[in-house]
């Protein structure tokens, strides 16, 4: 174990109803200018929009809307509500969506505090906002467990990157899994995965000897992988929904990090990917994944030989270390063809002629990976993509 320090800001409000029965009273301690964030109106159409409305009317809010926050949000996006924050001083935040919602309101809370512009603050200066707007974030989409941690993953369009920016931490988190019910399946499944990956990810950083955090990491890999397959039998299954829900959340809420550094190489790919077309994150880090973990092989014997044991349920009998480690890799690639999610940049309709040479030169490279990648490695690693 490395030395750490825990401690979680982020109150949970889990189960059906949870907003009725728990949002009043949060209300109630906050100012009466509340900002409704949300996407392209998915919650004007399954109730939830009416709902919330409904209880902020009830409490006596002045309710501004911050609307139209697209998946993969921009940094003009972010802007844009951070003035519509400062022009209605904004005491309170609700976003009420998925990752990008989630992530664009971290920033606006942020940005609206400060005359600086965040990102060069963050990314020139090195600095840490400290002032923020309070918010609550009411879950509608799940997987990125975006609303677990205060970092936000932003789409800087001129300077054609999308790189984590850090934000605020939501007050509170409502997920309710009923107002998951009306995700399209195509997203709950990306969702899932991603879910999937930021265990992986988190399993493969350093050190690379198993820790209690690691233990229960690979039950929470467990636990997506049979659920993702329990719900797309029974898509009404709302207790699948609800593992998923809750293993999106522990995947991001810091418990599986604890003792250890991360790996995230592959986030650091496939965002960069998002910042040049625009994919699915979810689907993005599908096809990267079985590529990329093959060219870690070599380095990270050892723990995918684990994961082939301990998550995927190979018999280890007379296979040496090398033997497992390549077995999970094939485990995972058939999964994702199992669970219908795509394979190649193809299938996602990313063009041929994208700048992949682009994309590779711009992504981070992560520190805690069990491989240290160089550039023309990711390169290979895209164009195999392909
Ligand atoms: O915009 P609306 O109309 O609401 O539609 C959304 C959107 O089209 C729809 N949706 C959401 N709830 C729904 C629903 N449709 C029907 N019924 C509902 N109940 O779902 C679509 C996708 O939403 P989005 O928020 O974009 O998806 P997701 O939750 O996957 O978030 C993706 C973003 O999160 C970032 C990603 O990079 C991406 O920008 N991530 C954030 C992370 C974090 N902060 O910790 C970690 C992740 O690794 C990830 O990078
Ligand atoms: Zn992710």
Known sequence: MESFTYSYPVKVYFGEKAAEKNLPAELAKVGENVLLAYGGGSIKKNGVY???????????????????????PTYAKVQEGAKLARDNKIDFIIAVGGGSVIDCCKIVSAQAKMEKDLWDFEYAE??????????????TAFGTGAEMNNGAVITNEEKKSKSPLRGAFYDFAILDPVYTMTMPMKQVISGAFDSLSHSMETYMGSPRDVNLS??????????????IRMTLKNPEDIQARSELIWAAAMAENGILKIGKATDFQCHMLEHQLGAFTDC???????????????????????????????????????????????AFIDALA?????????????????????????????????????????????????????
């Open 334 to 386: 058939a999964f994702i063809k199992e669970i219908g999610l795509p394979t190649t940049f193809a299938e996602m309709n990313i063009p041929e002629d994208t700048n992949f040479k682009a994309i590779a030169d711009t992504t981070i490279l992560t520190g805690g990976c069990a491989k240290k990648f160089s550039r023309e490695e990711l390169l290979e690693v895209l164009l195999e993509c392909r």
């Open 126 to 139: 090195h600095g840490t906002p400290t002032e923020f707007i309070p918010m609550g974030a009411v879950v």
């Open 280 to 326: 699915n994150h979810g689907q993005g880090l599908a096809v990267l994944h079985p590529v990329l973990y093959r060219h870690m092989l070599p380095e990270a014997v050892k723990q995918f030989a684990r994961l082939a044991v301990e998550v995927w349920d190979i018999d280890p009998t007379g296979k040496s270390e090398e033997e497992l480690a390549d």
């Open 214 to 227: 690691d233990e229960i990491n690979e039950a929470t890999q467990r636990n997506i992988i049979r659920n």
């Open 50 to 72: 009416d709902e919330l409305v409904g209880i902020l009317n009830a409490a006596g809010k002045k309710i501004t809307e911050f609307t139209g926050i697209m998946s993969n």
